[in-house]
């Protein structure tokens, strides 16, 4: 028996799948030898695999609502300070008011707003 040439059957390997035509073709577009213009094509799919798996992952681990948020509600972004989320509750409060017009269930579910941004930021009401 004689020793196993490692060489031989990948360069065999690579003639089969690649074909002489398109062997000919990596060689005319980039002067490269079909290895490394797999290689090439190989790392970009993975890279573009791996930024997939990311955008999935972060998709899948943000937290889920359910129907609207307080900061939608009361007018200002998620990033609002504890001043502009009660100056927000304040002015929709009163504008909501039963005696201003608005209604019994709007004023409750502003003042349900402001009450959960409190909870979520640990602020005092």
Known sequence: ?????????????????MGEGLNNIF???????????MSSLLIQRMRQIHKELGDLINKMAAPQQEGPNPWSILGVSSAATHAEV??????????????????????KM?????EL????????K
């Open 1 to 17: 028996m004689g020793e196993w040439d490692t060489e031989e059957p990948f360069e065999h390997a690579e003639r089969d799948f």
């Open 27 to 37: 060689q005319q577009l980039g002067g490269l030898d079909p290895k490394t213009m």
């Open 86 to 107: 009660k100056k927000a509750w304040r002015d929709k409060s009163s504008r909501a008011h039963p005696d201003h017009g608005g209604s019994l269930a709007e004023q």
């Open 110 to 114: 502003i003042n349900l707003a402001y």
């Open 117 to 124: 941004a409190c909870q979520l930021r640990g602020w005092q």
